[in-house]
């Protein structure tokens, strides 16, 4: 006879037992649920975190401080501690640099011009090209030596020749970069030996960076010189110097264009550089990198990453606008123009397209100066809006009066012409 089930005749033991083979069970299936020791989970939670880091795009930059930016926009692509103070050696020339190609610009100096060298200028130690006191050379050689050569007393003799002093020249310099929003910059002196206050950020570097080469690109012809003769023109008589530029980069790097090295012991191994690529402008700086090897291979690291992640979209706006039509105007109709091309840096990767939509009036009511904004053109990448450019009135058209009516019925009704109108 089959006997009946009864929950009270289990035995507490064969319970457990059952209770243990059932959690064995679940371990065994499920081993998420086995308990982890704490350093199994500190493991754990690196291994995620190293996950997670190697997914985040970017390039590979050994020095403390980099930074890329897209030279025409100014947009910072990348950035590694781009704030922290540190020396900058002889990229302190950069700014050196465009104090003398502003001077140039507003006629205060010419590349013609002679410049003698003093007993400071030729004083100076480090990087140089051995120029003497009273020794004279052009503004041109001048530039040669600070681009291709680093030159320390070439940097001193031009700064004397600007400003009158070297010191006034350093008070420029900080002017200049306060105007330029370099935050964490101050100059001490105009060539970057190193000195107690001295010093900029990568950041602060790619913004003079940028103001030199895109206000003043003749710079490019001056960086682009690998090894140039210069004469010494000095009381004992003439002689050869060979110029040989500072900036390996240039033959290391196909699409590099410039700009300035700078090492010292304190500031180690410091470079602003610049390439250029299928319409893509860009300015790399780096500071305090372990050796010259280290900031090259940073500075090819972020170009290369900025070509291959960045498009620029551009629009020459050579095309031709529609007139639009004007009331009570001494004319009927206004011609306007664009009042500037466009251009826009995708860095999205999206790969969408750009368009182009215009927004203008029906019609416009008279007067109209010359110059006056009366629309847009509105850009879109895919669906998204990028930008836009105003489109200016390319004529002035003044109201028509009682006068210029009178006189427009006299055409009319005496001499049959209905088609011309005031001026």
């Given at each position: 006879?089959?006997?009946?089930?009864?929950?009270?005749?289990?035995?507490?033991?064969?319970?457990?037992?059952?209770?243990?083979?059932?959690?064995?069970?679940?371990?065994?299936?499920?081993?998420?649920?086995?308990?982890?020791?704490a350093?199994?989970?500190?493991?754990?939670?690196?291994?995620?975190?190293?996950?997670?880091?190697?997914?985040?795009s970017?390039?590979?930059?050994?020095?403390?401080?980099?930074?890329?930016?897209?030279?025409?926009t100014?947009?910072?692509l990348?950035?590694?501690?781009?704030?922290?103070?540190?020396?900058?050696?002889?990229?302190t020339?950069?700014?050196?640099?465009?104090?003398?190609?502003?001077?140039?610009?507003?006629?205060?100096?010419s590349?013609?011009?002679?410049?003698?060298?003093?007993?400071?200028?030729?004083?100076?130690?480090?990087?140089?090209?051995f120029?003497?006191?009273?020794?004279?050379?052009?503004?041109?050689?001048?530039?040669?030596?600070?681009?291709?050569?680093?030159?320390?007393?070439?940097?001193?003799?031009?700064?004397?020749?600007?400003?009158?002093?070297?010191?006034?020249f350093?008070?420029?310099?900080?002017?200049?970069?306060?105007?330029?929003?370099?935050?964490?910059?101050?100059?001490?002196n105009?060539?970057?030996?190193?000195?107690?206050?001295?010093?900029?950020?990568?950041?602060?570097?790619?913004?003079?960076?940028?103001?030199?080469?895109?206000?003043?690109?003749?710079?490019?012809?001056?960086?682009?010189?690998?090894?140039?003769?210069?004469?010494?023109?000095?009381?004992?008589?003439?002689?050869?110097?060979?110029?040989?530029?500072?900036?390996?980069?240039?033959?290391?790097?196909?699409?590099?264009?410039?700009?300035?090295?700078?090492?010292?012991?304190k500031?180690?191994?410091?470079?602003?550089?610049?390439a250029a690529?299928?319409?893509?402008?860009?300015?790399?700086?780096i500071?305090?990198?372990?050796?010259?090897?280290?900031?090259?291979?940073d500075?090819?690291?972020?170009?290369?990453?900025?070509?291959?992640?960045?498009?620029?979209?551009?629009?020459?706006?050579?095309?031709?606008?529609?007139?639009?039509p004007?009331?009570?105007?001494?004319?009927?109709?206004?011609?306007?123009?664009?009042?500037?091309?466009?251009?826009?840096?995708?860095?999205?990767?999206?790969?969408?397209?750009?368009?182009?939509?215009?927004?203008?009036?029906?019609?416009?009511?008279?007067?109209?100066?010359?110059?006056?904004?009366?629309?847009?053109?509105?850009?879109?990448?895919?669906?998204?809006?990028?930008?836009?450019?105003?489109?200016?009135?390319?004529?002035?058209?003044?109201?028509?009066?009682?006068?210029?009516?009178?006189h427009?019925?006299?055409?009319?009704?005496?001499?049959?012409?209905?088609?011309?109108?005031?001026?």
């Open positions: 006879m089959k006997k009946s089930f009864d929950p009270g005749r289990i035995q507490p033991l064969h319970f457990l037992k059952c209770v243990f083979c059932l959690f064995l069970c679940l371990l065994l299936c499920f081993p998420s649920l086995q308990p982890v020791s350093a199994q989970s500190a493991d754990q939670n690196r291994e995620t975190e190293s996950q997670e880091n190697t997914s985040v970017g390039p590979e930059v050994s020095a403390p401080s980099a930074l890329l930016m897209d030279a025409d100014g947009t910072v990348y950035a590694k501690d781009e704030n922290t103070e540190r020396p900058l050696a002889s990229i020339k950069v700014m050196t640099l465009l104090l003398i190609f502003e001077a140039l610009e507003q006629g205060k100096i590349l013609e011009d002679t410049v003698t060298v003093s007993e400071h200028a030729a004083s100076m130690g480090g990087s140089q090209v120029l003497e006191p009273n020794e004279t050379q052009t503004v041109d050689t001048m530039i040669k030596c600070i681009t291709v050569a680093s030159a320390n007393d070439a940097s001193v003799a031009m700064a004397e020749f600007v400003s009158g002093s070297e010191e006034a350093v008070a420029q310099m900080n002017a200049r970069a306060a105007e330029l929003g370099m935050e964490h910059t101050n100059f001490v105009c060539c970057g030996l190193d000195a107690d206050g001295h010093y900029s950020s990568a950041l602060d570097i790619a913004l003079m960076s940028r103001e030199l080469t895109v206000k003043h690109p003749q710079i490019f012809d001056y960086t682009s010189i690998w090894m140039e003769d210069i004469t010494h023109h000095t009381s004992k008589g003439d002689s050869t110097f060979t110029l040989s530029s500072t900036n390996r980069l240039m033959k290391q790097y196909e699409y590099a264009t410039g700009l300035k090295t700078g090492s010292t012991s500031a180690k191994f410091c470079l602003a550089a610049t690529k299928d319409d893509v402008n860009l300015i790399a700086s500071m305090a990198a372990d050796d010259s090897k280290t900031r090259i291979a500075a090819i690291s972020m170009f290369n990453w900025g070509f291959a992640n960045c498009r620029v979209f551009s629009d020459d706006n050579t095309d031709t606008l529609p007139d639009i004007i009331t009570g105007g001494r004319k009927t109709s206004l011609s306007v123009c664009y009042s500037d091309s466009f251009r826009y840096l995708d860095t999205t990767g999206s790969g969408e397209t750009l368009s182009k939509t215009l927004d203008l009036p029906d019609t416009l009511a008279a007067p109209v100066a010359e110059g006056d904004t009366v629309g847009r053109a509105v850009y879109f990448l895919g669906d998204t809006q990028v930008g836009e450019v105003d489109i200016l009135a390319a004529e002035t058209i003044k109201t028509l009066t009682f006068k210029d009516t009178f427009l019925l006299s055409k009319v009704l005496f001499l049959g012409n209905t088609k011309e109108l005031l001026a």
